[in-house]
């Protein structure tokens, strides 16, 4: 989301919340009700698109018909006029979710009897809990928050654009802590959980009527660039591979739509081989509704249309523009400009009514099963009910608790000295400009929180003597008060240091240029663990990876933590693992690459490495250079171990279909390969098969662990095969001493499957091998 106006104003995070409560004032409407159609007074009420016994799709229609032309334009921005005739209120489409309800947009405010609202960890440190449970429920708890904002009329919508599912490509990218990580696969499983949970379906997918609120996947396709080396993200014109976008920027948003059942998707700015993603009608109609079945709607990042003849210089007029657009099979424009320019490029004969009709039928029919067209939501169940006691209730606080402290990751501890005695601990310090600045804790996107813990707050809930120094003067750490903290640092029992980022160096519309720590927070770090009796321990909120390779190898430095940007509970959830109330399980989401890495362009949109020409591929699928952290590390207090069981209680796949099928011979003539087309959605059901793994808590402690599986070929890279790819995870608690199985459903033309250069997903005849850990299981695909 985002426009060159409204997210390039503000810089300081300060200012930025400033304005957003400034705002949300203004906005205030007078009605203390949600607004909603086909009430008993409604001058509509025995029409057709009143009929709840109808399909949403035909009563959608139905009311379109009902409409001028003039009307239909009107509604064909994120701010939908009303159409007082018919009894359809005002609408706003434009909210945001990404982690918490957010300020962000126009349809939500915080001005009437909920002022603040749960804010849960940024999405990146969510999605190092490997746990899609977790983000179930943490999609249902904004869901419900949104739904009980709704009847109480502070929200003048309940299409939610979030999740952002697009692949964390490039370290650098500022808006990559909004996302699930960089594998396909996690960044799917975590798309539809998540669209689930806020739609208000159950963990299996089963719908409910009405829907609990819209939710939107984003930004389709390959957007993973802000503003680099003088490219932004509003000209860019990204080169991708047929074979990428198979299998690795295109996989989220079809396990949104297809598996999720979000109800929108939303195209991005990028130019994606020369056509801007909003007018591509191979994405939005053949691709989106087609493919893969799209039963809501299609919006446009804001003013994304605008910018395709402004910025992009696609079509010769704003009419061309907006015709082109809409044929494509954009619904919805954010912004004004379909509405500006909409009559005229009717009037032009550069799109029909029809184009606009098609696109409103979608538009209304989301809005019919929110439930918007059948008369007060405050009488209807299931969400009726919801109000202001449902938010920022002790579950949803204890549901952001949970994710932060679930999501950390313990990237070293020397010697076992995490996690600390809090009786054994006398003086501390806590140095850092990330240790009491609660603004860090939301990354962007972020809504008033119901309540902040800082790391400094948690801190002294631990222990009595606590003294605290900022140490930088920001994040950018021009200035450094580095004698001020070695003498704090030598005068202390333990040093806790709060490092990292902050939205000055990665949100939208600012990619990073380095990976080290910014300004003067290495040196800063060096000298205070030198001065120390002690070794420290470092803490780094950040979104994005960084470079601590010198803090890898200090021995003065005894542990370091991520624990991104972790919402409202962050600085409990941190506490918590230092002093050993909470076992850390999360596991990294990305590759923590080197500083070296920047060399590579970031508009080189390649993930698989060229070792011809030295470029070294992106993410653990592809990247063969060296590494910081590898993406899925993670440290534990326990030792556990894994066995794949592979000895006859894991039946191997049905592969006798394969005899009646064609093999084509690879283009490089090192084997031959099955094509999914050709096995069919029942044979593809046919080879599906459980792997088991057994998973033992040696101790000394209970705690959480997530199994990772993955599969790996014996000629990875030949023909463009990742080196290894995700089949799936399993998170588990156990008991010190507890051993457990958990299980994999395996579908090989899901998990086994790779892209051709063509884009067309094939089965590799001969062995493949199911990894967790050093553990391998064999699984050999011949007639």
Same mark, same amino acid.
């Given at each position: ?189 975590? &798309? /539809? *959980?998540?669209? $689930?949970?806020? %739609?208000?379906?159950? +963990?299996?997918?089963?719908? =409910? ?94 003013? &994304? /249309? *605008?910018?395709? $003849?402004?910025? %992009?210089?696609?079509? +010769?007029?704003?009419?061309? =523009? ?99 005695? $809090? ?361």
């Amino acid at each position: 989301m985002g426009t060159i106006s409204r997210h390039d104003a503000t810089t300081a995070a300060a200012a930025l919340l400033l304005l957003a409560l400034t705002l949300s004032s203004s906005m205030a409407a007078a009605a203390s009700g949600p607004g909603f159609s086909c009430g008993p007074s409604s001058p509509a009420r025995s029409l057709p698109f009143c009929d709840r016994s109808l399909p949403a799709a035909r009563r959608a229609a139905d009311l379109v018909s009902r409409m001028t032309v003039a009307e239909k334009v009107s509604q064909m921005g994120d701010e939908a006029a009303g159409v007082p005739r018919l009894g359809v209120p005002a609408y706003k489409y434009w909210s945001e979710g990404l982690h918490g309800l957010a300020f962000w947009g126009h349809g939500l405010r915080f001005d009437g009897a909920v002022k603040g609202v749960t804010s849960f960890p940024q999405v990146l440190l969510t999605a190092a809990s490997f746990d899609e449970g977790l983000w179930f429920r943490i999609g249902q708890a904004i869901g419900r928050e949104a739904r009980a904002m709704y009847n109480l009329g502070q929200a003048e919508g309940l299409t939610i654009w979030s999740p952002n599912v697009n692949i964390f490509r490039d370290p650098r990218w500022g808006r990559g802590q909004e996302t699930p990580g960089e594998d396909p696969a996690t960044a799917s499983k975590y &798309a /539809v *959980a998540f669209v $689930r949970g806020i %739609q208000g379906s159950s +963990p299996g997918g089963a719908g =409910t009527a009405p829907l609990q609120a819209s939710a939107c996947c984003k930004h389709a396709t390959a957007y993973d660039l802000e503003d680099w080396n003088g490219v932004q993200r509003y000209n860019f014109k990204a080169t991708v591979t047929a074979q990428d976008l198979a299998d690795t920027f295109n996989p989220p948003f079809r396990s949104c739509v297809v598996d999720g059942k979000a109800t929108c998707v939303m195209c991005a700015y990028t130019g994606v081989n020369g056509v801007p993603a909003c007018a591509s009608s191979d994405l939005l109609t053949k691709t989106f509704r087609g493919e893969w079945g799209l039963d809501g709607y299609v919006a446009s990042d804001c003013d &994304a /249309v *605008a910018i395709m $003849r402004d910025a %992009q210089r696609y079509a +010769p007029t704003p009419e061309d =523009t907006v015709a082109v657009a809409l044929k494509a099979g954009l619904d919805l424009n954010c912004g004004t400009y379909t509405q500006d320019h909409g009559m005229s490029a009717i009037r032009q004969g550069k799109m029909a009514e029809k184009d606009v009709d098609k696109a409103l039928t979608n538009l209304f029919a989301v809005r019919m099963r929110l439930g918007h067209f059948d008369g007060d939501p405050r009488g209807s169940a299931p969400y009726g009910g919801l109000g202001a006691a449902d938010i920022c209730t002790p579950e949803h606080k204890n549901l952001a608790l949970e994710a932060a402290q679930d999501g950390i990751v313990l990237l070293k501890n020397d010697g076992g000295l995490l996690p600390l005695d $809090r009786s054994a601990v006398g003086g501390a310090a806590a140095i850092g400009h990330n240790a009491n600045d609660p603004l860090v804790l939301s990354g962007n996107y972020f809504g008033p929180a119901c309540e902040t813990t800082t790391p400094l707050k948690g801190l002294q809930g631990y222990l009595k003597n606590v003294r605290f120094l900022a140490g930088c003067n920001s994040a950018a750490c021009g200035v450094a008060a580095t004698g001020q903290a070695v003498s704090l640092a030598s005068s202390s029992d333990y040093v806790f240091l709060f490092m990292g980022l902050s939205q000055e160096q990665e949100k939208e519309g600012l990619d990073r240029t380095s990976l080290l720590l910014p300004g003067k927070q290495q040196s800063l770090i060096t000298a205070v663990a030198a001065a120390a009796k002690r070794p420290v321990i470092l803490v780094l909120l950040t979104g994005g990876p960084v470079d601590v390779t010198f803090a890898q190898s200090n021995p003065k430095i005894g542990a370091i933590l991520w624990a991104g940007y972790p919402g409202q509970a962050g600085g409990l959830a941190i506490a918590r693992v230092l002093f050993g109330d909470h076992n850390p399980s999360g596991r990294l989401p990305v590759t923590w690459y080197p500083e070296e890495f920047t060399k590579i362009p970031m508009t080189d949109m390649r993930m698989r490495a060229n070792p011809a020409t030295g470029y070294p591929g992106r993410s653990y699928r592809f990247y063969n250079g060296r590494t910081v952290y590898k993406f899925g590390y993670g440290l534990s207090y326990s030792k556990f171990s894994h066995r794949l069981v592979a000895d006859g209680k894991n039946p191997a796949p049905d592969t006798s279909l394969f005899a009646g099928l064609p093999s084509t011979l690879s283009s490089r003539d090192i084997g031959s390969y099955y094509h999914v087309d050709d096995i069919g959605t029942d044979g593809c059901e046919q080879l599906k098969f459980p792997a088991e793994v057994e998973v033992e808590n040696h101790g000394p402690m209970d705690g959480k662990h997530s199994v990772l599986m993955f599969l790996r070929w014996p000629n990875a890279t030949d023909d463009g095969r990742p080196t290894s790819q995700l089949v799936g995870f399993r998170s588990q608690h156990l008991k010190a001493g507890e051993k457990a199985s958990v299980w994999f459903d395996v579908s090989p033309c899901e998990h086994f499957s790779r892209a051709r250069e063509d884009g067309k997903m094939v089965i590799d005849r001969g062995s493949h091998f199911l990894m967790v850990g050093k553990d391998e299981w064999e699984i050999s695909f011949e007639a």
